[in-house]
């Protein structure tokens, strides 16, 4: 079992609706929580990141941890065509390496196309 | 704006033909990696260097070297490419402070660049 998993899509949305990006894993260290957004052959660029549970809001999107659950989200309002792209979950947490801090294990991206 | 800058974007070699990927940053970061990402795929950590202190990941080739000659620069080297290594190579860095375990302060965001897609003919 994969320590993050993350469905591939692709999900096709019209544009305005209301976007769920989802991630779920398995390690339950995990305490950072990020969310980049990676167009077509371009490296991803980070949206937002959240510190244990809780939501977190920046303009039209919404990041949301359920650490009980081991499931993260990631909602879009109000989508635009330019919010096509690969999102990608990313979480740190757990064991120190030998230089006292910790490695970032990501999922593999949902891809999505808002349609206009 | 502060940054991090890789060059060249698209990289064309012969298989076999050494191949040298650079990366620059403006963000001051303490910590500098290079990632290993193909098509549908995570990024896959091939090494970081944290200050002048290199971390090899245990499954990368050795085919694969790095150099970071200053704080600002990064440098991948594929000594000898096979078509198995055509992918997008990404640069990240991240500004580190070492904490104790469970401390808060271990936390790593990573800022990546543009990357560099490297193609195997």
């Known amino acids: 079992q994969k320590e993050v998993e993350q469905d591939p899509g692709p999900l096709s949305v019209p544009e305005g609706a209301i976007v769920s990006l989802n991630c779920t894993y398995s390690n339950s260290a995990f305490q950072y929580f990020m969310w980049y957004r990676q167009y077509s052959r371009k490296g991803p660029e980070l949206l937002m990141y959240t510190y244990s549970s809780g939501n977190k809001e920046d303009g039209r999107f919404t990041a949301q941890v359920d650490k009980s659950s081991k499931y993260i989200s990631l909602f879009i309002r109000d989508s635009q065509p330019s919010d096509s792209a690969t999102y990608l979950c990313a979480m740190s947490g757990g064991p120190l390496n030998s230089g006292g801090y910790q490695k970032v294990t990501f999922g593999t991206g949902t891809k999505l196309q808002v349609i206009p | 704006d502060a940054m991090v800058i890789q060059n060249p974007r698209y990289q064309v070699t012969q298989f076999g033909k050494p191949v040298t990927l650079s990366c620059s940053q403006t963000l001051n970061h303490n910590v500098m990696y290079w990632y290993q990402q193909k098509s549908s795929q995570a990024p896959k950590l091939l090494f970081h260097?944290?200050?002048?202190?290199?971390?090899n990941e245990a499954d990368t080739p050795d085919n694969f070297q790095s150099r970071r000659p200053n704080t600002s620069f990064c440098f991948l080297d594929i000594r000898s490419p096979g078509l198995g290594d055509a992918a997008m190579y990404l640069c990240?860095?991240?500004?580190?402070?070492?904490?104790?375990?469970?401390?808060?302060?271990?936390?790593?965001?990573?800022?990546f660049g543009a990357g560099t897609r490297l193609s195997v003919l």
């Open positions: 260097y944290y200050d002048k202190d290199f971390n």
């Open positions: 990240a860095t991240s500004s580190v402070i070492p904490g104790l375990a469970g401390s808060r302060a271990a936390k790593n965001i990573q800022y």
